[in-house]
């Protein structure tokens, strides 16, 4: 199975700073990436698809890059309602691993 | 608008079983592949199972691949989990969740990952 690597695990940043977020995979799965957010409580919510590529209604502040093994979510500007835990998530084969997730917290 | 109620989860002995569904509404079902995800408490989220629109196909994880059975009824609207011989490590909040885009055909199903999830039901192993 493929493993997906994200880092780093927690993050601390002040509102309207830039945030970067890397996804590893142990082997290419081309542009198969998404990028989830979720907040306590909550369910997950889908960012970003086949790597950079942003789901209906979600902000231009996040942006997706990448392909092959490696994978970035950036965050142009952060807001008060960004602060969550986010995911990476591989689609391009039959398991669909996540990453084990960054937290993103209020420095 | 896209809903999806998980039910069936509570608390269950280790060695025993589980069949949780998942009823959607707002877009039609057997159109889409749909998964089952898994989070336990305070952990990040793992895939369980995925089925395609017209379940010719039938993936699971590693972790709980022979234990559960993953189903669905289009008529029905209906999605489901079959769970035995559970354990501890199952303990967490089940969420079946669909397909970003329609399977263009019953051979065929998309790469394409979760863009409406239900709610969660919390499935609890225990003695």
């Known amino acids: 199975d493929i493993r997906m690597t994200q880092s780093p695990s927690t993050l601390s940043a002040y509102v309207g700073d830039r945030v970067t977020i890397t996804c590893r995979a142990s082997q290419t799965i081309n542009n198969w990436l998404a990028w989830y957010q979720q907040k306590p409580g909550k369910v997950p919510k889908l960012l970003i698809y086949e790597a950079s590529d942003l789901q209906t209604g979600v902000p231009s502040r996040f942006r997706g890059s990448g392909s092959g093994t490696e994978f970035t979510l950036t965050i142009s500007s952060l807001q008060p309602d960004d602060f969550a835990t986010y995911f990476c998530q591989e689609y391009g084969t039959y398991s669909r691993t996540y990453g084990q997730g960054t937290k993103v917290e209020i420095k | 608008e896209v809903q999806l109620v998980e039910s069936g989860g509570g608390l269950v002995k280790p060695g025993g079983s589980l069949r949780l569904s998942c009823g959607v509404s707002?877009?039609?079902?057997?159109?889409?592949?749909m998964n089952w995800v898994r989070q336990r408490p305070g952990k990040g989220l793992e895939w369980v199972s995925f089925?395609?629109?017209?379940?010719?196909?039938?993936y699971y994880a590693e972790s709980v691949e022979g234990r559960f059975t993953i189903s669905r009824d289009n008529a029905k609207n209906s999605l489901f989990l079959q769970m035995n011989n559970l354990r501890g490590e199952d303990t967490a909040v089940y969420y079946c969740?669909?397909?970003?885009?329609?399977?263009?055909?019953?051979?065929?199903?998309?790469?394409?990952?979760?863009?409406?999830w239900g709610q969660g039901t919390l499935v609890t192993v225990s003695s």
């Open positions: 969740a669909k397909s970003r885009i329609p399977d263009p055909s019953s051979l065929i199903f998309s790469n394409a990952p979760n863009d409406n």
């Open positions: 707002g877009f039609t079902l057997s159109s889409y592949s």
């Open positions: 089925i395609s629109s017209s379940s010719t196909y039938k």
